[in-house]
């Protein structure tokens, strides 16, 4: 079984973490600090809830004004990474309890707070912190992400992204860029030229979440960039991922997915009753009268819902620039039980996509345990 997130913070991490700590402020309990954290309900808390019971225990055994608290947890944090990186140890994900102390302690100081962030988002991350700032020193905080756009270092220029994301899993959404997202976009156009992956990423996921409510502003974007280099290219194909999912058709017009006339779906084959735990095998031949050219082969499935209606998902198969008259596809779809998926008993339906379109419709029973 797979390791849980939220057991990065174990008591290795948490001893590790108050021996550091007591480097710099030379009062600090260690044991009644690694208690106060590991107290009965520890084993019952998330990752999140985790992390914060960690940053707040913190500001309670370094009894300081604010400012003397980040001053140690700065020098805490350089020491942190320096001993990392001799271990070899990556501690990115567990060392965001850096930037959540600033969350929970540092909102009544914006100057000190900004320079704190500047140093825990390095090798690590303060997008989740960074947000509880917009929210409440709006134009003074997009003022200081426009500065880090131009930062010799990526994690700050992706922090300018990712920060003011609409839709940054695991954080409350930002309302107010959800409505209009022009200053997201301001941020994004200083850094669209970016070559840091980490950049790119960020600035396709941001305009990814902007295209879930402002699908037409994306796409004004995307044609504007697209073609322009191979960085932008990228960005351009991973922020509009949502779109093509939709079978928008502007959308793949702009990678030369165009509607096709002639293409034919032959020798269909599927296991037509299948049950938890098998696999939906299905296979079919594409054939066009002339070459079949630039396609985009994707295939969804209406799966039966509770209350008897279906929910449409579509999966990914393939797309590149076919030069043949035909070609086959085979594929398999698990029905394993998953978390993030219940399936329900009766007939469902797959459909074949081309470039948006569906070619081809076929039925199938599901028998669950529902029944």
Request: hydrophobic content about 40%.
């Amino acid at each position: 079984m797979a390791a849980l997130l939220k057991d990065l913070y174990n008591k290795k991490y948490i001893n590790s973490l108050a021996l550091d700590i007591s480097k710099f402020y030379v009062p600090f309990d260690i044991s009644s600090f690694t208690n106060h954290i590991f107290d009965l309900s520890w084993n019952n808390l998330e990752l999140k809830q985790r992390m914060r019971r960690i940053s707040s225990t913190i500001g309670i055994f370094i009894p300081l004004s604010y400012k003397e608290q980040i001053n140690i947890l700065i020098k805490t944090y350089n020491h942190s990474q320096i001993s990392a990186e001799n271990r070899k140890d990556n501690l990115g994900l567990e060392n965001l309890i850096y930037s959540d102390f600033v969350q929970v302690y540092g909102l009544d100081d914006f100057n000190t707070s900004m320079i704190a962030i500047e140093c825990f988002t390095i090798n690590s991350s303060a997008e989740f912190a960074i947000r509880e700032f917009i929210l409440k020193y709006e134009n003074k905080t997009m003022v200081q992400m426009e500065m880090w756009t131009k930062s010799n270092n990526e994690h700050l220029r992706r922090l300018a992204s990712e920060g003011c994301r609409p839709r940054l899993p695991w954080a409350n959404a930002l309302i107010i860029y959800k409505k209009d997202p022009t200053k997201v976009l301001n941020i994004l156009e200083l850094i669209q030229d970016d070559t840091s992956l980490y950049v790119k990423k960020s600035i396709a996921n941001n305009l990814n979440d902007i295209s879930k409510e402002h699908p037409n502003i994306v796409i004004k974007i995307a044609k504007k960039w697209y073609g322009q280099n191979k960085d932008k290219n990228w960005i351009i194909k991973h922020a509009l991922r949502t779109l093509l999912k939709q079978g928008n058709i502007e959308v793949l017009k702009i990678f030369g997915y165009t509607p096709k006339q002639n293409i034919q779906i032959e020798n269909f084959t599927i296991n037509k009753d299948i049950k938890i735990g098998d696999n939906l095998d299905f296979s079919f031949i594409l054939r066009d009268k002339d070459i079949l050219g630039n396609i985009r082969i994707e295939y969804s499935i209406d799966f039966v819902r509770l209350n008897g209606k279906s929910n449409n998902k579509v999966f990914f198969i393939s797309q590149k620039e076919f030069k043949t008259e035909m070609h086959k596809i085979n594929k398999k779809h698990s029905f394993k039980l998953i978390n993030t998926r219940k399936y329900y008993s009766g007939i469902h339906y797959i459909n074949i996509i081309i470039n948006g379109i569906i070619i081809h419709k076929q039925k199938f029973n599901f028998i669950g345990n529902d029944i």
